[in-house]
């Protein structure tokens, strides 16, 4: 799994008070993925969230998910690595 052409959008000031850091696109092997919001936890930490519809009744039906904890971290792992070169970070 491999995750390639990684962009980024900051949020605004207004939102990243939310914790939005920013919306992220990129390439997970052939399938295009758009609409993953990049997010400061409480705790500090920064998590990928994928999108998801609302029912009637609040629940949340994501589109796309990792199959499991593993599989979202080295999403996430590859993702930060990308924004962090993008952002000239060493």
Same mark, same amino acid.
């Given at each position: 799994?491999? &995750?390639?052409?990684?962009?980024? &959008?900051?949020?605004?000031?207004?939102? =990243? &008070?939310?914790?939005? &850091?920013?919306?992220?696109?990129? !390439? +997970?092997?052939?399938?295009?993925?758009? #609409?993953?919001?990049? !997010?400061?936890?409480?705790? #500090? %930490? +920064?998590?990928?969230?994928?999108?998801? !519809?609302?029912?009637? !009744? #609040?629940?949340?039906?994501?589109?796309?998910?990792?199959?499991?904890? =593993?599989?979202?971290?080295?999403? %996430?792992?590859?993702?930060? %690595?990308?924004?962090?070169?993008? %952002?000239?970070?060493?």
């Amino acid at each position: 799994m491999k &995750v390639t052409n990684v962009r980024m &959008v900051l949020a605004s000031k207004a939102d =990243a &008070v939310r914790g939005l &850091v920013g919306y992220v696109s990129f !390439r +997970l092997d052939r399938v295009q993925v758009d #609409g993953v919001t990049l !997010r400061r936890t409480r705790g #500090g %930490e +920064l998590r990928l969230v994928f999108p998801a !519809r609302r029912d009637r !009744r #609040g629940r949340s039906h994501p589109f796309l998910w990792p199959i499991d904890a =593993a599989t979202h971290r080295a999403i %996430e792992a590859q993702v930060f %690595e990308a924004v962090r070169l993008a %952002e000239g970070a060493p």
